[in-house]
């Protein structure tokens, strides 16, 4: 009679915490949002590929979508450039990130490169930063994997965001043979991993975040150069920014650059910006927002040639008007640049095949101002997304300010609840998880009659595959009550998942309990306990 009551009272225990979490995991967009970061492909390369048929996988997800070939980055090309302003939906005219290194001007301190990282990092959403892990060469297949769990990320947040890395990496290091394999490998993943019959109502976004350009490459040693013809008036190089220790004639001093073979050097002069090359100087005045532009000696931009004539244009005009061109929508890109007060004194630019001699970078880069360097493909299918039919250029750091405004704040309120029943030896093991919290979750342990174990867990870090969790517990019932500490590892892919859970029982012992689930629905798995049995999840 005794076993009977306890056997009652866990099963009323249980019904009632069921009772009180049975609210709502979350409150997901209807329509969510699915984004691929493509990092360092230009709209040149991507397009070619696209036309040509080897990108079927790409071209099959966006069949009947909206295509842009023009869509601009910001200058100078870079992640740390682009992403946040994405976010932000900023200008390159602000923001302290202005390279991967700057001189703060108000107190004079170098801001360095692991600054400007993690403030990079910090507008990745949470379960997105994993994928810049993934961008090491070997790790990428972790990324590819993601797209098992594209699914359940978009149902729980009403976005997923991916970021593919790895052809910006191997672009640097390897090349261009490295770098088209790389985009392979991506159209690959979508075709392997992605869920496409789950993306009903889905709405689908892809951009290259900058281009990357190869050729017949020139390294040029700009740190060599700066120091060579600036002396003791140069103070901290990061491309493409130069700072001084003091004032210097500008104009002559750029001119020297030019001579050392350095393709622009843009300084500021008084309300316009000036731009020194080897045939002439080209001259950017703003005024209410346009931008005009003229030049002496020759004009490097060939906008004279296809028929400009010194108007004050908008930044859209100018793309539109430049987009077939070498140099796309140079004046206000260049120019609200250089209205950053981040920027150095001198900016610099050289035109591929040159690029900066670094010690990461040296087989193709995107430190130009040209179309491999910063013109990129945007394509969008959805049916949120219908407004942008016929859109053919757009500046990318408009995204999501201007014309797709997906909530990147949402968190739901709580995580997932489950309860796990599973035979064993020692009876009915029963596992309760109740989520009060985002990121926080309570568990309640029954084996048969004679052990129960509470405990509290936060989870510390995610990615689409992975969650860690760090908690703390009691064992209230058993031979030995004890407090615990805990860690819990999970990996979910599609439909499989496991975990392994390590406790610390203070002053006694290690406890291992690992578990596979595979699952039939979105509420109901089949559980095998390691060295338990096997037994039903049920989640909501």
Known sequence: MEEMEIIKQKWILLLVLAVLAGSTTNVQAAKPYLIFHLDA????????????????????????????????????????????????????????????????????????????????????????????????????NLAALSLLNVPEILATYGYAEILWFITDVVGHLLGPDAHLKSLYSFDE????????????????????????????IELVDLKAILKSKLGSSFRFYSYPNVYLNEEVDRSAKARELVEAGIDFVFYR?????VGAHREGTVYFQGQDGLVRYSFSGSDPFGYYAAGYQGEAWSREEWLEFSRELRFPAVPPNVYAYLQNPYVGQFVLSLIPPKLPKTIRANAGNHAGLTTTDLLVPIMFKGPDLEHLRGLESMWLYELYA???????????????????????????????????????????????????????????????????????????????PSLFLQGTYELTLGRVSASSRVRYHLGQSLELQQDVALRFSPKLSAVWQMGRGIGLRVTW
């Not at 489950?418 to 989520?435: C, D, K, Y």
């Open 41 to 140: 492909v230009s709209s040149q390369d991507f397009f070619r590929e696209l036309e040509a048929g080897n990108l079927p996988n790409i071209e099959r997800l966006f069949a009947g979508g909206t295509q842009i070939k023009h869509g601009l980055s910001l200058y100078p090309g870079g992640t740390e450039m682009i992403y946040p302003r994405l976010k932000t939906g900023t200008g390159n005219h602000e923001g302290h990130s202005v390279g991967w290194g700057a001189v703060d001007p108000e107190t004079g301190q170098l801001i360095p490169e692991p600054q400007i990282l993690r403030e990079m990092l910090s507008h990745f959403p949470r379960r997105s930063r994993g994928f810049f892990i993934y961008g090491v060469p070997g790790l990428h």
């Open 189 to 216: 993943a979508i075709g392997r991993f992605l869920p496409l019959e789950q993306l009903d109502d889905v709405n689908i976004i892809l951009y290259g975040d900058h281009g990357m350009s190869f050729g017949e």
């Open 269 to 273: 002069e008084g309300d316009a910006v």
């Open 402 to 480: 201007e014309h797709v405004p997906v909530d990147f704040s949402f968190v739901p309120p709580r995580d997932k609840n489950s309860l796990s029943l599973v035979g064993s030896p020692q009876g009915m093991a029963i596992r309760a998880e109740l989520s009060p919290a985002y990121r926080v979750r309570s568990s309640l342990d029954l084996v048969g009659l004679t052990s129960a174990c509470l405990g509290v867990e936060y989870d510390l870090f995610s990615t689409f595959l992975s969650r860690i969790w760090l908690g703390t517990g009691a064992r209230l019932a058993g031979e030995n």
